[in-house]
């Protein structure tokens, strides 16, 4: 595959704003926005821009989390040719009209004090930085991870899936942030399909981060057209009890939880959230801190499990012919760069990346079967060494 530098051929064309919506509708639904346009049909549904990584003095090491583990991601999958940069989405930044669709304005205010942003992305230092640095340095790349979501959620409607890889702020709600996350891209996007596409007015969100997502849960608490399951370990951050009111799946996992188990448990209330409920479209948050050894989730999966994780919810999706959103949240550990890349590869190479939706192209073999083979069918992907 040849890789053209730069991204030309899909981002996504001339400037020009659609105009979107009707008077009388709720708040944003008639505002401007260049998010919906459309990419070239030769894209992938695949979502990123450089402008998601962080840096900016070295200070993005006092977080734990990996401030540059997406464009790491792009990296690995051009390595392995199954994208090059002329067949990525670019993704471009959620303007202060995009996030008012759910954030108050008096959110968006308070970000203009850097102590807040601070405090939200659990960096002491920022604090003392001139707010225009902060929003440059900081904001910016989070305000196009959150653009990002948005698009994708439109690009998994129009071609059956699509990936950012960022975003999975899941800690955000309307007029909070927290945990590292300052924009609610999940709500975000579902409440973008909701007011702008038509024929998508039920999601469910399926939250496996190894941390509550108690940002989307507040924000949907009385929405009935929203579904959420959430799986995730019950001692650790935020610990959010209203917003568990929320969840209609709660799967509440112990330390230490590992791949018989947690595999179980996911592929059982996937499968049992996509039967009671039957929604429009997927939001799959594919947090990787739940990798065993990930300092902040507290429990003990394999790489191996990790990729056939994402497997059972794409395959669960696709098979009923929804549209599956996947964005890639938490993991606080070097080599999850690496393991999402091979869940992408994964997914493509069992044909669950593609237009096809059929439940027979796609298959649906048993748990027992997905479990014993986790361990031995990455011989292809580049997993070694993470033992």
């Known amino acids: 595959m040849a890789r053209i530098e730069g991204y030309v051929v899909c981002k996504l064309g001339a400037p020009l704003k659609v ?4 008077l009388g509708k709720t708040r944003g639904e008639n505002q401007m926005t260049e998010l919906y346009e459309a990419p070239p049909s030769g894209c992938w549904p695949i979502v990123y821009s450089p402008d998601y990584n962080i840096t900016f003095m070295g200070l993005e090491k006092l977080h734990p989390f990996d401030a540059g583990k997406w464009g790491k991601v792009i990296n690995f999958l051009k390595e392995e040719k199954l994208i090059a940069d002329d ?14 669709v759910v954030h ?13 942003v601070a405090t939200i992305t659990e960096i002491p230092p920022v604090a003392f930085l001139p707010n225009f640095v902060v929003q440059r340095k900081v904001l910016k790349p989070l305000r196009t ?11 998994a409607v129009d071609r059956g899936w699509a990936i950012n890889v960022g975003g999975g702020f899941h800690h955000c709600s309307s007029d909070k942030g927290g945990g590292f996350c300052a924009y609610a891209d999940i709500t975000l996007a579902i409440k973008f399909l909701f007011e702008r596409v038509q ?6 969100i399926i939250d496996l981060d190894a941390h509550q997502g108690n940002g989307h849960e507040r924000d949907f608490m009385d929405d009935p057209r929203v579904y959420i399951m959430d799986a995730y370990n019950r001692y650790i951050y935020p610990g959010d009890g209203f917003a568990k009111r929320a969840i209609k799946r709660k799967v509440e996992l112990e330390w230490g939880t590992e791949d018989a188990e947690y595999l179980q448990k996911v592929h059982t209330h996937v499968e049992g959230a996509l039967n009671e409920f039957k929604p429009d479209i997927v939001v799959y948050n ?4 739940i990798l065993d050894g990930d300092p902040l989730g507290g429990l003990a999966i394999s790489p ?26 938490g993991g606080y550990q070097k080599r999850t760069a690496r393991i999402i890349a091979d869940s992408i590869l994964n997914l493509h190479s069992l044909g669950l990346l593609g237009r096809e939706q059929a439940a027979c192209v796609l298959g649906s073999p048993s748990l027992d079967q997905m479990v ?12 070694q060494g993470f033992q």
Do not use: C, H
């Open 19 to 22: 105009l979107i919506g009707a």
């Open 286 to 289: 594919a947090g990787t801190d």
């Open 199 to 204: 024929g998508v007015s039920r999601a469910t």
């Open 372 to 383: 014993r083979d986790s361990a031995k069918d990455f011989s292809n992907l580049s997993l």
């Open 145 to 155: 991870q959150t653009g990002g979501t948005i698009m994708a959620g439109k690009l």
């Open 104 to 116: 108050t304005r008096r959110y968006l205010n308070k970000l203009k004090w850097s102590f807040v």
């Open 304 to 329: 191996q499990g990790i990729v056939k994780r994402d497997e059972m919810v794409f395959r669960a999706a696709r098979s009923r012919g929804v549209p599956v959103l996947m964005v890639t949240s």
């Open 87 to 100: 067949l990525i989405v670019q993704a471009r930044e959620a303007t202060d009209e995009d996030l008012l």
